[in-house]
T-cell receptor, first 114, second 113 residues
Framework: DAGVIQSPRHEVTEMGQEVTLRCKPI?????LFWYRQTMMRGLELLIY????????DSGMPEDRFSAKMPNASFSTLKIQPSEPRDSAVYFC????????????FGQGTRLTVV | AQSVTQLGSHVSVSEGALVLLRCNYS??????LFWYVQYPNQGLQLLLK??????LVKGINGFEAEFKKSETSFHLTKPSAHMSDAAEYFC???????????FGSGTQLTVLP
């Protein structure tokens, strides 16, 4: 299994532009998570999905952030418009269904908003 | 609600010395506990996990951790540090049936030659 795949690995964009981060979870996993990692706040859970349905988006910082999961093998995290304070590493993780305990992480997307 | 506290944001050890990274947790239910490692520019990789079986858990790369309920601790140890162990280490907790992990703030381990 190739693991969780995220793209792009690095993204540099100008303030005000739309940014879309992509994630392909491990095949067969029912749960998908988006995390953000910054020096100031550490790892924060933004949102998670179960069977493509958003379950908890309480960690999404603002309305500028949105996430979708149109099918079991693909999810996006969109920031529109982007701001410099959104600069961070964004991780996608997935987990199997009932009875699982740990999450499996992708390599992350390093976003820089200038 | 649960939380994790990692004591020491930076730990330095000499190559060959004992590694001890501290983690204390708070949980209203019996917890599942994890240690993850993050190498530079990489994602998080699971080192080991405690899921209410044996209290001494062995993981990859020679690491182990002991669950101590009375101390609400889950410290990570390795008898002899290697240069390749230099990374950031995260402790995490989740309730038994939840689908969310709560992470500690991380400990950066430096291994000195």
């Amino acid at each position: 299994d190739a693991g969780v795949i995220q793209s792009p690995r690095h993204e540099v964009t100008e303030m005000g532009q739309e940014v879309t981060l992509r994630c392909k979870p491990i095949s067969g996993h029912d749960y998908l998570f988006w995390y953000r990692q910054t020096m100031m706040r550490g790892l924060e859970l933004l949102i998670y999905f179960n069977n493509n349905v958003p379950i908890d988006d309480s960690g999404m910082p603002e309305d500028r952030f949105s996430a979708k999961m149109p099918n079991a093998s693909f999810s996006t995290l969109k920031i529109q418009p982007s701001e410099p304070r959104d600069s961070a590493v964004y991780f996608c993780a997935s987990g199997p269904g009932r009875g699982w305990t740990e999450a499996f992480f992708g390599q992350g997307t390093r976003l820089t908003v200038v | 609600a649960q939380s994790v506290t990692q004591l020491g944001s930076h730990v330095s050890v000499s190559e060959g010395a004992l590694v001890l990274l501290r983690c204390n947790y708070s949980s209203s239910v019996p917890p599942y506990l994890f240690w993850y490692v993050q190498y530079p520019n990489q994602g998080l990789q699971l080192l080991l996990k405690y899921t209410s079986a044996a209290t001494l858990v062995k993981g990859i790369n020679g690491f182990e951790a002991e669950f101590k309920k009375s101390e609400t601790s889950f410290h990570l140890t390795k008898p002899s540090a290697h240069m390749s162990d230099a990374a950031e280490y995260f402790c995490a907790v989740t309730p038994g049936s939840a689908r969310q992990l709560t992470f500690g703030s991380g400990t950066q381990l430096t291994v000195l030659p």
